[in-house]
């Protein structure tokens, strides 16, 4: 029993404040002074390291964009065709350099890139972008070497053909269509954008290539000199810290190393130089006055102990209490903590969690009871269009027998419109649980407006406007034509004069808008209000046989979101708008 009551948190703070007090100070003060230049020492390594990273971080994003521009380049047909064509005079070159302005737009939008260079092998064209590689040009080993890896990359430090200036650079072999040598591609980083990379950081920065050129570091004289703080290392990649002295200060150097994108030849470092003595002043100062501080303190840390360690037994115990309850399932926890320390915000987040839990097991519990309820609804929907589905194979081979009888009796029109209504057939008895490209939905559009327009004749006309980039986007099947058929049978149908109908999809940020237009009856507020919230009801049980728009609507909120759906707007008269958006998705 004795032994179980000294196992209590109250008397294991007392028992450790005892043999404390009993360790000589010296060995403690000496102990503390260790300890604080290491602690100090591993958080500053620690914070040289995120730094490290952030800045690995920042340059392999720099070089990626660099390399995706090159691959562009390295690519494009047009700069082929440019580099290739035969010319009779400076006016065909000039006319046709003026077609290709795609350097300038790259210096336009991408910050990264000082300039762009090509070193061209045919004399047609000299300027700040399209150089003449001559006999000197062609004989410097940066230009050879470019050739001789054949259209691989490679970083290198070499100056502007123009300034002479010196910058990190890529350079790679543009091919033509019969993969002859066109020249070299050379792009430039700009040293504003590397100076963006180490901006902020408190210690002396490097950024090498190769273990060997410095390509970057805020003391301008240094750039383009040897790094000779590596101590002969191979271009290793990894991170790591080397112990150096340099101009008789010891230094550690956190060194980040690796291997841009698609390089096989070249690594890139980010080396960081912090010095020890510089750290470790500062905590040396703090110990002494600490240690002085410590021994007056120490006489009244004696009396206060106590008091300390009965308060902070009792909320322990009260915390113990309340995580047994959240274990035995009692979530609700009203008991407050008194004082203002981490106990107590330990007791408000276990407080906040069992509202959380609790919150968490109501919401899924109602998600499951909508989930039931949409596929029961699913499965109603699912048993009418099983209904229809009489043996489909059949009705498809009857359906082409009295298309060839039509195309036998010289009636293509019937021919037609049987084509037409077979395609819907099988798009309509298809799985509505499965996603469909959107190409396929607008395919199946065009076949039910076509048939309409034989039946209506020049009392229906439409147009569609469809954006061709989100065709390979993916959305559940008969989410749009059900739009399409109601905005006919209720709003055109119903006219007498001819009508008109729109069907725009496109972008919408992240999502695809769908507007359906009509220039039909139209109707009133009050019953647009009351369509509108029919759509939002989910209770509601449609009577009909179609899949009208409520089912559209439940079917978008429960699969998509409840941002995503139909939204209704009319004018008594003029017509109707139907919008919808879907979320953009590959699969």
Same mark, same amino acid.
């Given at each position: 029993?004795?032994?179980?009551?000294?196992?209590?948190?109250?008397?294991?703070?007392?028992? #450790?404040?005892?043999?404390?007090?009993?360790?000589?100070?010296?060995?403690?003060?000496?102990?503390?002074?260790? &300890?604080?230049?290491?602690?100090?020492?591993?958080?500053?390594?620690?914070?040289?390291?995120?730094?490290?990273?952030?800045?690995?971080?920042?340059?392999?994003?720099? #070089?990626?964009?660099?390399?995706?521009?090159?691959?562009?380049?390295?690519?494009?047909?047009?700069?082929?065709?440019?580099?290739?064509?035969? *010319?009779?005079?400076?006016?065909?070159?000039?006319?046709?350099?003026?077609?290709?302005?795609?350097?300038?737009?790259?210096?336009?939008?991408?910050?990264?890139?000082?300039?762009?260079?090509?070193?061209?092998?045919?004399?047609?064209?000299?300027?700040?972008?399209?150089?003449?590689?001559?006999?000197?040009?062609?004989?410097?080993?940066?230009?050879?070497?470019?050739?001789?890896?054949?259209?691989?990359?490679?970083?290198?430090?070499?100056?502007?053909?123009?300034?002479?200036?010196?910058?990190?650079?890529?350079?790679?072999?543009?091919?033509?269509?019969?993969? +002859?040598?066109?020249?070299?591609?050379?792009?430039?980083?700009?040293?504003?954008?590397?100076?963006?990379?180490?901006?902020?950081?408190?210690?002396?920065?490097?950024?090498?290539?190769?273990?060997?050129?410095?390509?970057?570091? +805020?003391?301008?004289?240094?750039?383009?000199?040897?790094?000779?703080?590596?101590?002969?290392?191979?271009?290793?990649?990894?991170?790591?810290?080397?112990?150096?002295?340099?101009?008789?200060?010891?230094?550690?150097?956190?060194?980040?190393?690796?291997?841009?994108?698609?390089?096989?030849?070249?690594?890139?470092?980010? /080396?960081?130089?912090?010095?020890?003595?510089?750290?470790?002043?500062?905590?040396?100062?703090?110990?002494?006055? &600490?240690?002085?501080?410590?021994?007056?303190?120490?006489?009244?840390?004696?009396?206060?102990?106590?008091?300390?360690?009965?308060?902070?037994?009792? %909320?322990?115990?009260?915390?113990?209490?309340?995580?047994? $309850?959240?274990?035995?399932?009692?979530?609700?926890?009203? $008991?407050?903590?008194?004082?203002?320390?981490?106990?107590?915000?330990?007791?408000?987040?276990?407080?906040?969690?069992?509202?959380?839990? $609790?919150? #968490?097991?109501?919401?899924?519990?109602?998600?499951? @009871?909508?989930?039931?309820?949409?596929?029961?609804?699913?499965?109603?929907?699912?048993?009418?269009?099983?209904?229809?589905?009489?043996?489909?194979?059949?009705?498809?081979?009857?359906?082409?027998?009295?298309?060839?009888?039509?195309?036998?009796?010289?009636?293509?029109?019937?021919?037609?419109?049987?084509?037409?209504?077979?395609?819907?057939?099988?798009?309509?008895?298809? %799985?509505?649980?499965?996603?469909?490209?959107?190409?396929?939905?607008?395919?199946?559009?065009?076949?039910?407006?076509?048939?309409?327009?034989?039946?209506?004749?020049?009392?229906?006309? *439409?147009?569609?406007?469809?954006?061709?980039?989100?065709?390979?986007?993916?959305?559940?099947?008969?989410?749009?034509?059900?739009?399409?058929?109601? /905005? @006919?049978?209720?709003?055109?149908?119903?006219?007498?004069?001819?009508?008109?109908? %729109? #069907?725009?999809?496109?972008?919408?940020?992240?999502?695809?808008?769908?507007?359906?237009?009509?220039?039909?009856?139209?109707?009133?507020?009050?019953?647009?209000?009351?369509?509108?919230?029919?759509?939002?009801?989910?209770?509601?049980?449609?009577?009909?046989?179609?899949?009208?728009?409520?089912?559209?609507?439940? %079917?978008?909120?429960?699969?998509?979101?409840?941002?995503?759906?139909?939204?209704?707007?009319?004018?008594?008269?003029?017509?109707?708008?139907?919008?919808?958006?879907?979320?953009?998705?590959?699969?």
């Amino acid at each position: 029993m004795f032994l179980k009551k000294l196992l209590k948190v109250k008397y294991k703070l007392l028992g #450790i404040f005892i043999l404390v007090t009993a360790i000589p100070i010296l060995l403690v003060g000496a102990y503390l002074n260790f &300890g604080t230049r290491e602690i100090v020492l591993s958080n500053t390594m620690s914070e040289v390291e995120a730094n490290a990273d952030k800045m690995e971080m920042r340059l392999k994003s720099i #070089i990626k964009r660099v390399i995706n521009i090159s691959d562009l380049i390295y690519i494009n047909q047009d700069l082929k065709t440019f580099l290739a064509g035969q *010319y009779d005079s400076p006016l065909e070159v000039y006319n046709a350099y003026n077609q290709y302005p795609v350097f300038d737009d790259y210096l336009t939008y991408y910050e990264e890139i000082e300039k762009i260079q090509f070193f061209m092998k045919k004399d047609i064209i000299t300027d700040s972008h399209f150089i003449y590689a001559n006999k000197v040009i062609q004989n410097q080993h940066w230009y050879q070497n470019a050739l001789m890896k054949r259209g691989r990359l490679t970083w290198l430090y070499m100056q502007d053909h123009w300034t002479s200036k010196k910058y990190l650079a890529l350079t790679r072999t543009v091919f033509d269509h019969e993969n +002859q040598p066109l020249g070299v591609l050379v792009i430039y980083i700009s040293p504003d954008i590397l100076k963006s990379v180490v901006e902020g950081v408190s210690y002396n920065t490097f950024i090498t290539l190769d273990n060997k050129r410095i390509v970057y570091n +805020q003391n301008i004289a240094l750039l383009g000199r040897h790094a000779n703080f590596y101590q002969n290392r191979n271009a290793d990649i990894g991170n790591y810290v080397m112990d150096k002295t340099i101009n008789e200060e010891t230094v550690k150097i956190n060194v980040h190393s690796f291997r841009p994108e698609k390089s096989l030849d070249n690594t890139i470092q980010i /080396a960081t130089q912090v010095p020890i003595d510089g750290i470790i002043h500062e905590p040396n100062t703090i110990f002494t006055r &600490g240690f002085l501080i410590s021994l007056g303190a120490l006489s009244i840390s004696l009396i206060l102990i106590g008091f300390f360690t009965n308060s902070f037994h009792k %909320r322990i115990q009260q915390l113990r209490r309340a995580m047994f $309850q959240v274990a035995k399932g009692n979530f609700h926890i009203t $008991q407050e903590m008194k004082g203002h320390d981490e106990i107590k915000e330990v007791y408000k987040d276990l407080q906040t969690t069992s509202k959380s839990v $609790q919150k #968490i097991i109501d919401e899924v519990y109602i998600h499951k @009871i909508k989930e039931e309820t949409w596929k029961r609804k699913q499965k109603e929907m699912d048993f009418k269009m099983l209904a229809s589905q009489i043996n489909p194979h059949f009705l498809y081979n009857t359906l082409e027998m009295i298309r060839m009888k039509a195309i036998l009796n010289k009636d293509p029109e019937v021919a037609k419109v049987i084509k037409m209504l077979s395609k819907m057939m099988r798009s309509s008895l298809k %799985r509505t649980d499965q996603s469909i490209p959107l190409s396929e939905e607008v395919a199946l559009i065009e076949n039910y407006l076509e048939i309409q327009k034989l039946r209506f004749g020049e009392h229906l006309s *439409y147009k569609m406007e469809i954006d061709e980039n989100i065709l390979s986007y993916k959305i559940t099947p008969l989410l749009i034509q059900p739009l399409v058929e109601n /905005a @006919i049978i209720h709003g055109l149908e119903m006219k007498e004069e001819p009508g008109m109908l %729109r #069907i725009r999809i496109q972008e919408d940020g992240d999502d695809i808008l769908v507007e359906v237009n009509d220039n039909g009856v139209g109707m009133s507020l009050e019953k647009l209000n009351e369509l509108n919230n029919r759509m939002k009801d989910q209770d509601y049980q449609s009577n009909g046989n179609s899949i009208g728009l409520h089912n559209v609507h439940q %079917r978008i909120s429960l699969l998509y979101g409840d941002k995503y759906g139909i939204r209704m707007d009319s004018v008594e008269g003029s017509g109707t708008t139907m919008s919808m958006n879907l979320p953009k998705q590959k699969n």
